[in-house]
């Protein structure tokens, strides 16, 4: 469960999950799930945890883990003061603290963070953040999924231009590349879904060693953290992860390679979708503030941009792997805003990659039209392997250059001109030059994709 949306008293737009600058996200599930107020909510939720797990294990009394979670409410705190308090001492959790502190009184006040550093609680939240981001995306790949594989079996048979290097290269059908999109989401939801189950809470107080919480009475510290995760939801790690930030890692990796995954449908979409080639369309373009006439494929430009964007911000988060010494300076803190932008990049990508191939439209006979653009050359490979052994492979060879030349230069198809050649006739050139019948094993191959669940 995410936090409603609360609009932030000075008007800060992270909590409302909109940005005039970020179309991409504005709006999307994630947006809700990682403004301010979301990681205020998860912020307090760490701390409250913190006290109940104590509790469990004898360390507190049950009046001050339900003290601390009464007083935990995210309504009762100004996340614009708590930011602006944050310079003082680097991170938000010292003035929250502060206030959550006053707010339990004085009788259970001294339970609060007990024991903890301000990157316990501070790495926690970030974990709760990202598993409920994570939670509201993995639906949306689980539509586009959906979405996909139903226009892989409704178009397996579907013959179009297979391209590369920009160029029509043999036929293939569309049913096929919307199998390929599909494997794509398929593998970005197993690296998501992996991450999410594997997110661990952060407990090792000042530096990693747990020494404080054998100083308030526990005889074994080290169950703490299992105890806390056990509250949570989240992991037990092995050891403390202050400097060792695998996890973080581990999550940037997912989520760019997601954005990525989006971003390969959506560049294809794009190119598919141009005014000359006009394969596919998006079911409900966005308009022009200057030409009434466009249909701009709107969805497929915002995860292109994003996919464009989430590499750099993983690179980052890679980047802060060295962390110095048990508790690092600026490498820890170069890695909240990329995480927070590459969970709301990708969680808005996912939303808008749901709608594109739900409402993807697939135009089969612009597709059957473009195989007959290379005056049936896009067939060219078959005859070369059909016609050697008639021919002689050096003369089919020559034979196809030569017919290849003239087929451009008289607009005359390949099959037209192969027909004038008497050592042919006994060939059945209609179906040795269609394209529609040299498509391979690709049927074959997209029901093979679609037997992944």
């Known amino acids: 469960m995410t936090s409603p949306a609360v609009p932030d008293p000075a008007g800060s737009d992270t909590d409302a999950g909109t940005s005039l600058l970020a179309p991409g996200w504005t709006g999307s599930p994630a947006a809700s799930a990682t403004g301010d107020r979301a ?260 969805r497929s430009t915002l995860i292109a941009a994003a996919a464009r964007r989430a590499p750099q911000l993983a690179a980052t988060l890679y980047g802060s792997l060295p962390a110095e010494d048990e508790r690092p300076a600026g490498a820890w803190h170069a890695e909240w805003e990329p995480l927070r932008d590459l969970l709301r990049l990708t969680g808005g990508a996912a939303r808008d990659a749901a709608e594109l191939a739900e409402g993807l439209r697939v135009r089969p006979g612009v597709m059957r039209a473009h195989l007959g653009l290379t005056h049936g050359l896009i067939v060219s490979e078959r005859l070369s392997a059909e016609l050697a052994p008639v021919l002689g492979r050096a003369r089919a060879k020559e034979l196809l250059t030569e017919l290849a030349a003239r087929a451009y230069a008289e607009d005359r198809s390949l099959g037209e001109l192969l027909a004038d050649v008497p050592e042919l006739r006994d060939l059945d050139l209609a179906d040795l030059t269609d394209p529609a019948r040299y498509t391979g094993a690709a049927a074959a191959l997209t029901d093979r994709a679609l037997e992944r669940r």
Do not use: C
């Not at 001294?110 to 993995?138: C, E, F, K, N």
């Not at 409704?154 to 391209?163: A, D, L």
């Open 39 to 298: 990681y205020l909510r998860a912020l307090l939720d760490a701390e409250a945890a913190l006290t109940r797990a104590q509790a469990a294990l004898g360390l507190a009394p049950a009046e001050a883990a339900d003290a601390v979670g009464a007083a935990a409410d995210p309504a009762a705190f100004d996340a614009h003061s708590l930011a602006e308090r944050a310079r003082g001492g680097g991170n938000p959790v010292i003035p929250l603290v502060a206030d959550l502190t006053r707010a339990v009184g004085e009788t259970y006040g001294p339970y609060v963070h007990r024991g903890a550093t301000s990157q316990d609680i501070l790495d926690t939240a970030t974990m709760l953040v990202a598993a409920r981001t994570l939670d509201l995306l993995l639906p949306d790949l689980a539509r586009t999924e959906g979405a996909l594989a139903r226009l892989a079996a409704e178009h397996r048979n579907t013959p179009m231009p297979g391209r590369t290097l920009t160029q029509h290269a043999v036929p293939t059908v569309f049913g096929l590349k919307a199998a390929g999109w599909r494997a794509l989401v398929l593998d970005a939801r197993d690296r998501i879904t992996a991450v999410r189950d594997a997110l661990p809470v952060q407990l090792g107080g000042a530096a990693g060693t747990l020494a404080a919480f054998g100083s308030y009475g526990a005889t074994d510290p080290v169950a703490l953290p299992t105890a806390y995760a056990g509250e949570l939801g989240l992991r037990a790690p092995v050891l403390p992860w202050h400097t060792l930030r695998t996890p973080i890692a581990d999550l940037a990796g997912a989520l760019a390679v997601t954005a990525g995954a989006l971003g390969k449908i959506a560049v294809d979409v794009l190119t598919l979708s141009r005014t000359e080639i006009g394969e596919v369309a998006e079911g409900s373009g966005g308009g022009s503030s200057a030409m009434p006439h466009k249909a701009n494929p709107v």
